[in-house]
């Protein structure tokens, strides 16, 4: 399991769980799920595309993705995107099954974009996925009590003088970098579950902003690696490890939160949930 | 209309402000100025213009004329002299923001980079909490508090940056009448305390009487300004409102019923207001 020819996907699959759920913190407070779903379909799209002339899948991938997000932030009015993103959603997909149609040859590495290939990550991806990672995580850092304020209270935001639409934009972009780095291991479909999945997860069990970003970092890597893991045990495709595990994760701390509410439901309505 | 010299040491000022929007009037040479201190209400009924003179004093609305000086200089869009209280902050109880967090927020929310935590910071937290007595619930989830408790988180959020200008839109608007005394009493007490300027808007002046230095009293676009006693008379509103208007004083409260020519302008949109009552404004 340790092999030489798996430290490749153990290393990127560390790196994506890394960058995804830092990402996918503010993608759940910002209530743009629908977006991250979007933006690695439009990749998808882009990777099919690129491949139909020849060129890079990676660059292919990160264009689509950079003018989807763009795109849809600029469509969008007042930070609502669903319409725009629904819309471009389904063209996007449609595009990628036409190159896919127009492409002569059967090609399992553009169906990998969508499901995931990590067990076949080579080692020249690792330093594209790490140097697009740290873009993302710096971006993060910069922009982190503007972005938490504007995904929180925005008309907070804008009394500060801060301009929604450009973090808003900000972010999108850094969302369609996080894809770049992430769809070519885990593929457009797991993705989102890796960005949104622990996320998700992780604000049930704190109540701190910080907290949450590292738990869902936690959370992340510990889906990651069982689901190499499992997948090296069982064969089965590891982007059902990935999608399960995330998804059980979530009902868990659901769960678990939904019995706390229930035996402390007698207590004053102020107190709330305390912290975790 | 009745004016408003400009007096020295102002914190805001505005002279001859109109906005127009959509080809209709908003805003019609409105006029007002604001001491360290005072606690001013900005009484009108929906739609009289009272968040659009809020908009225009943070920056957000660029007026047609008219000036706006923010301790005597031009208003810049970020203004860290001006906190404000929106009147409806929608927070997702999913969220994972304590209280303590958002107030921490109004200290240095908009700067970008990584901060470094310090003991002076969360000092100011903890008695910026204090303050509006909201230590209890510090830890709570922003998006489970009452109306009464985000209300208090909010104006510790505005206060924190230390503003010599509060504006609070309709804080009274979705609090119950205790919880909104509670508040009108807490703001008096910062605005004097803490000499800062306070500008409530509000379709009812009643709660505000107690504690309210001056009143500008806003009706399609204009004002009046002055004491509540100058400006909340029969001949002042009648000429602000165009027609005739009786203020009567029923039990120390104030009452300003529409005339023979009842007007649309004069009666408040308020839901869940008693028929009988419609002509009545600041019930």
Redesign the interface.
């Given at each position: 399991m340790f092999a030489d020819y798996m430290l490749n996907a153990w290393v990127v699959a560390t790196i994506v769980a890394v960058v995804a759920p830092v990402v996918g913190f503010f993608v759940v407070l910002r209530g743009s799920a629908f977006v991250a779903h979007a933006v690695p379909e439009a990749a998808f799209a882009g990777a099919a595309g690129a491949s139909l002339l020849g060129l890079n899948t990676i660059f292919g991938l990160g264009a689509f993705a950079l003018g989807a997000s763009l795109g849809i932030g600029m469509l969008g009015r007042r930070g609502r995107h669903d319409v725009v993103t629904a819309l471009a959603l389904v063209m996007l997909l449609g595009a990628g099954s036409l190159f896919l149609g127009w492409s002569t040859e059967y090609a399992p590495e553009i169906y990998s974009l969508l499901f995931g290939e990590v067990l076949g990550v080579s080692g020249n991806e690792i330093g594209l996925t790490a140097l697009l990672g740290a873009l993302c995580l710096g971006a993060i850092a910069v922009l982190y009590r503007p972005l938490l304020l504007t995904s929180v209270a925005p008309e907070l935001a804008a009394a500060r003088g801060i301009r929604n639409h450009r973090i808003d934009m900000a972010f999108l972009v850094v969302v369609a970098l996080a894809t770049t780095t992430a769809v070519p291991v885990v593929g457009a479909l797991l993705m989102f579950s890796l960005m949104v999945g622990p996320a998700a997860t992780a604000r049930c069990l704190t109540d701190r902003p910080l907290h949450a970003v590292v738990l869902s970092v936690v959370i992340a890597l510990l889906t990651a690696w069982a689901s190499i893991a499992a997948a090296y045990q069982t064969n089965w495709p590891v982007g059902f490890f990935v999608t399960a595990f995330a998804f059980a994760g979530y009902l868990l701390a659901h769960g678990g939160r939904w019995i706390r509410n229930a035996y402390s439901r007698p207590q004053a309505p102020l107190a709330g949930e305390s912290a975790a | 209309m009745i004016g408003d010299e400009m007096r020295r040491g102002d914190v805001l000022a505005l002279e001859g402000v109109s906005v127009w929007r959509g080809g209709r009037q908003i805003l019609d040479e409105v006029g007002f100025s604001l001491a360290p201190g005072e606690f001013t209400g900005l009484i009108g009924s929906n739609g009289a213009g009272k968040t659009t003179i809020l908009r225009v004093v943070?920056?957000?609305l660029a007026p047609a004329e008219g000036t706006v000086l923010v301790n005597g200089r031009p208003l810049a869009?970020?203004?860290r002299s001006v906190?404000?209280v929106?009147q409806?902050?929608l927070?997702?109880p999913?969220?994972?923001?304590?209280a303590s967090?958002?107030v921490a927020?109004g200290l240095?929310?908009?700067?970008?980079?990584?901060?470094t935590p310090s003991r002076q910071r969360r000092q100011r937290v903890e008695e910026m909490l204090d303050a509006v007595d909201a230590t209890?619930?510090a830890?709570?989830?922003?998006g489970?508090?009452?109306g009464g408790?985000l209300q208090r988180v909010?104006i510790a959020?505005?206060l924190i940056s230390r503003p010599q200008l509060l504006l609070m839109d309709e804080p009274l608007a979705n609090l119950d009448i205790r919880s909104g005394q509670e508040i009108v009493d807490l703001l008096a007490r910062i605005a004097e305390q803490q000499r800062i300027a306070v500008l409530l808007s509000a379709h009812d002046m009643n709660p505000l009487l107690p504690v309210m230095d001056r009143v500008v009293y806003v009706a399609g676009g204009r004002v009046a300004v002055g004491t509540t006693d100058d400006v909340v008379r029969t001949e002042v509103l009648s000429k602000l409102y165009g027609h005739q208007v009786n203020v009567l004083r029923v039990d120390g409260r104030v009452l300003v019923v529409s005339g023979s020519h009842v007007s649309l302008d004069a009666i408040p949109r308020q839901s869940g207001a008693p028929a009988a009552d419609a002509s009545v404004e600041g019930r």
């Open positions: - | 943070m920056g957000l869009r970020r203004n906190g404000y929106p409806k902050v927070i997702d999913d969220a994972p923001l304590r967090d958002l927020l240095d929310g908009e700067k970008v980079g990584p901060r209890a619930f830890d709570a989830r922003v489970n508090l009452s408790e909010l959020h505005a």
